[in-house]
Every structure is written in structure tokens, then in C-alpha cells.
């Protein structure tokens, strides 16, 4: 088993800048890749960005693009999302995730093991 627990998040200013944390403990070596994923209210959970565990190749969101950086430290077994120039519409629980079977999946239901969730808020 894979335990996932995510921090950093608080609430934000439009155009501000957020790094959550992913801090994964248990069978890591089990990990072919990790993912980020969101949720607003009313709204179905959503890929946001994506990472093999040998951080070679990352995946992000069209709505992310060129604002989130997904990175690892695999000697910390930690992942991070680097947010910048945050917006209200990126206001939602933000999950962690991981992947047992297969790298930079970008489905809901193709990862393994989930954090609980931090909460980012966007103020306008």
C-alpha cells in the first residue's frame, strides 16, 4: 500500500502563487507515476497534471499550461504542483495521486491510491 498526504494549500489572491506538496510513504517503489487531480464544488474530479516517477516526461491540463510546474523529489518521496498566476477558476480541493500500472494517466479511475485533499482558494 501507498499512503499520499498533500499540503499547501491556503487561499490566494488572483495572479497569486501556491506550492502543494505530496508527500507519499509505504510501497513508493510500487509508483510507475504520480498525478494531480482537482475538484470544484458541483464538478467531477479533473486531471490537472501528471509525472513518471523517473521525471523524465510530464503531462499538464490545457487550463494549467504554462502556469503549473509538476515536479518530484524522489529522495523525499514528495511531489509538488508549483501554481502561478492563480485564478478564481482554479479555486477547487486539489488530490494527489498514484499509479501503479501505468505513467501520465490522465483518468480518474486509472490511479491506485489518493491523498484526502487541500483545500486552494483564489480570491478575485
Given at each position: 500500500q501507498?499512503?499520499?498526504?498533500?499540503?499547501g494549500?491556503?487561499?490566494?489572491q488572483?495572479?497569486?502563487?501556491?506550492?502543494?506538496?505530496?508527500?507519499a510513504?509505504?510501497?513508493?517503489?510500487?509508483l510507475?507515476?504520480?498525478?494531480w487531480f482537482?475538484q470544484?464544488?458541483?464538478?467531477e474530479r479533473?486531471?490537472?497534471a501528471a509525472?513518471t516517477k523517473s521525471?523524465?516526461f510530464?503531462?499538464?491540463a490545457?487550463?494549467?499550461?504554462?502556469r503549473?510546474?509538476?515536479?518530484?523529489?524522489?529522495?523525499?518521496?514528495?511531489?509538488?504542483?508549483?501554481?502561478?498566476s492563480?485564478k478564481?477558476?482554479d479555486?477547487?480541493?486539489?488530490?494527489?495521486?498514484?499509479?501503479?500500472?501505468?505513467p501520465?494517466?490522465?483518468?480518474v479511475?486509472?490511479?491506485?491510491y489518493?491523498?484526502?485533499?487541500?483545500?486552494?482558494?483564489?480570491s478575485?
Open positions: 501507498v499512503q499520499l498526504a498533500e499540503s494549500g491556503g487561499l490566494v488572483a495572479g497569486g502563487s501556491l506550492r502543494l506538496s505530496c508527500a510513504s509505504g510501497r513508493t517503489f510500487n510507475y507515476g504520480m498525478g482537482r470544484a464544488p458541483g464538478k479533473e486531471f490537472v509525472i521525471r523524465s510530464t503531462l499538464y490545457d487550463s494549467v499550461k504554462g503549473f510546474t509538476i515536479s518530484t523529489d524522489n529522495a523525499k518521496n514528495t511531489m509538488y504542483l508549483q501554481m502561478n492563480l478564481p477558476e479555486t477547487a480541493v486539489y488530490y494527489c495521486a498514484g499509479d501503479r500500472l501505468s501520465l494517466n490522465t483518468r479511475d486509472g490511479y491506485n489518493w491523498g484526502q485533499g487541500t483545500q486552494v482558494t483564489v478575485s
